[in-house]
């Protein structure tokens, strides 16, 4: 069997503009079961918050068909201990061997109605997404109107073995 190794981890967030601690309580990869969650962490000055949270991860596989994504939601957590939804975002796991910087862009869906757009402003809170599909696979989404958010910073080091015996080669 082919064993494809991810390890790294998720760095940072930014350009988020919640002044609330920042966290992303499940990254999930859509061909397996892993998920865990972040520490919350406050924005500094550069509205940075540094995460560090590690990823290991191994597979095995018999061929490169549905090669996994990885799937954010980054949460914020008010003075309160309120929490909601402020973005989205995925990647698809590199598939070459060795290191990656990867940025991925994450997006919230936008409040259409003045209505929805007191109530965020003044008690916090969004819309969340339905269906994860529209997250990792961008299904539906055209129909939805979004906003953008910030940045995930991901390094990932990546580790492939015994991918020749099907056929993939890498130069």
Request: glycine letters at 8%; hydrophobic letters at 40%; charged letters at 15%.
């Amino acid at each position: 069997m082919a064993e494809f190794h991810i390890l790294g981890q998720i760095l940072s967030v930014h350009n988020f503009r919640d002044t609330h601690s920042l966290f992303c309580p499940n990254w999930t990869l859509i061909s397996g079961s892993s998920e865990g969650q972040t520490l919350a962490g406050q924005p500094n000055q550069e509205n940075i918050v540094y995460w560090s949270h590690p990823i290991d991860i191994h597979y095995v596989a018999k061929g490169i068909q549905g090669w996994p994504k990885l799937i954010f939601q980054v949460s914020c957590l008010d003075s309160l201990s309120r929490t909601w939804v402020v973005g989205y975002g995925s990647c698809v796991v590199p598939a070459a061997p060795g290191h990656h910087s990867i940025r991925v862009a994450c997006w919230a869906p936008a409040p259409t109605t003045l209505t929805d757009k007191l109530r965020q402003t003044f008690l916090g809170g969004s819309h969340n997404v339905a269906n994860i599909d529209v997250i990792s696979f961008g299904s539906d989404r055209f129909k939805l109107t979004t906003q953008s958010k910030g940045d995930i910073e991901l390094s990932l080091d990546i580790i492939l073995r015994n991918f020749s015996q099907f056929g993939v080669e890498y130069k």
